[in-house]
């Protein structure tokens, strides 16, 4: 069996956390603007930090598994 926790974790904050998909923080004329499809470096720094802490906290602090019987 494998463990695809991780993997799934992985991709579902990724698509939740690409900057200007559903929000971006920092905005370009507010501090959260959603759903503009617009990023800018300093956007992209701030989700990548945020993907990063919550990465850690579910995979090493939590211990998300999912496993799949093939």
């Avoid at 991709?11 to 603007?33: A, D, M």
């Avoid at 470096?41 to 990063?52: K, M, N, Q, R, T």
């Amino acid at each position: 069996m494998s463990d695809w926790g991780p993997v799934f974790v992985a991709v579902v904050l990724f698509i939740l956390l690409t900057p200007g998909l559903l929000i971006q923080v920092p905005g370009k004329s507010r501090f959260i603007e959603f759903g503009n499809f617009q990023t800018s470096g300093l956007s992209i720094l701030v989700h990548s930090i945020i993907y990063f802490a919550l990465i850690c906290i579910f995979l090493l602090a939590v211990g998300v598994h999912v496993y799949i019987a093939s």
